[in-house]
């Protein structure tokens, strides 16, 4: 399987790339970045981990040179200016990334690839990738929620010092403001997390603060997020590659889950070889559903002011 990481000389890029090295899953890993000397860079940084980590080939290239892609992670993307709003910020993302799908479909790409969003507004972009290229039903997903879930899944085990693997707990919705917990589901291996000693409802709310807010703080601390996110990339193109069929908080174009149509956001998603496989519509609680239907208002909203 060949990935191309488009933006692959960033921080996420090339934290993904590296994590997809340390898996050893995938043939190729094509890095491509405006910056072609960071992409040059970086690719040769991580070639020289051959020897010690996987037989993967590693290099920097070009849209002609993707063409055979199996997986187009796009990861390229801007930061906020001083005194910029949101939505100036989304614009101009929404800007790039136009022309980076105009790029990909000029030079062609195979007609079972699948086109992995990673940028923000990971949403919105998702959406419009959907509707841009014409490809099968599944086959356009975006990052979504994936790393919301994994920090906040962290973020309770470490609370309760417990193994983070055995912490099971989704967020769902949008990957930003509107994002909701799903308590009603959490478990910890195995057995419901409520009645759990250290989690009583203000330590809920103090650890979902805290994994919604861990992008700002990570910012903060060091500039951008890049290890996590780049685990929880590699964690979406395994279960491609092995056809896991993991349930995982992705985000795709709903058509009727939850009631909500026409929008893409992360409910629980069944991954494999073919992409997103299926929406699984598992109950929630009535709170917990009715935050889900705000975050798809809140991305309808955003997505009509969108140029
Ligand atoms: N979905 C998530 O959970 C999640 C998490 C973290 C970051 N992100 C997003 O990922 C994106 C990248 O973040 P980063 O920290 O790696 O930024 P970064 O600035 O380190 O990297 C972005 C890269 O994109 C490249 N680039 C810019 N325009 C390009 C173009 N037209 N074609 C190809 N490459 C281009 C730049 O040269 C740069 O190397 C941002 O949009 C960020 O918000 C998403």
């Given at each position: 399987m060949k990935v191309t990481i488009i933006?692959?000389?960033?921080r996420v890029g090339s934290n993904a790339a590296f994590a997809l090295q340390c898996g050893g899953l995938v043939s190729d890993i094509q890095i491509l970045d405006a910056n072609s000397e960071l992409a040059e860079g970086e690719a040769l940084d991580l070639m020289h981990g051959a020897a010690t980590l996987a037989d993967t080939r590693i290099y920097a290239g070009d849209y002609g040179r993707a063409k055979d892609t199996d997986i187009f992670i796009i990861t390229a993307g801007l930061r906020r200016k001083p005194d910029e709003s949101r939505l100036d910020l989304i614009n101009r993302n929404v800007s790039l990334f136009r022309q980076i799908m105009d790029s990909i479909k000029s030079a062609g790409y195979k007609r079972d690839a699948q086109i992995f969003v990673v940028s923000n507004p990971v949403d919105i972009l998702t959406h419009l990738a959907t509707d841009f290229f014409d490809l099968p039903k599944g086959h356009v997903y975006g990052l979504g929620t994936m790393l919301d879930t994994s920090r906040f899944r962290s973020l309770i085990a470490e609370k309760l010092n417990v193994s983070a693997r055995q912490v099971s707990a989704l967020i769902l919705g949008e990957?930003?403001?509107s994002m909701l917990p799903v308590w009603s589901s959490a478990s910890i291996a195995g057995l419901p997390?409520?009645?759990?000693?250290?989690?009583d409802p203000s330590s809920q709310r103090q650890l979902f603060e805290r994994a919604k807010g861990s992008g700002a703080e990570v910012i903060r601390r060091k500039g951008g997020a890049g290890w996590a996110v780049g685990a929880t990339i590699a964690d979406v193109v395994h279960s491609v590659a092995l056809n896991k069929r993991q349930v995982l908080p992705v985000s795709s174009m709903l058509e009727?889950?939850?009631?909500?149509?026409?929008i893409c956001l992360s409910v629980p998603t069944e991954v494999g070889r073919s992409g997103v496989i299926a929406h699984h519509q598992i109950e929630l609680w009535p709170k917990e559903q009715q935050a889900l239907q705000a975050s798809a208002r809140a991305l309808q909203a955003t997505l009509k002011n969108v140029s």
């Open positions: 933006g692959g000389g960033g990957h930003g403001d997390a409520s009645g759990y000693k250290g989690l009727g889950c939850y009631g909500i149509r026409n």
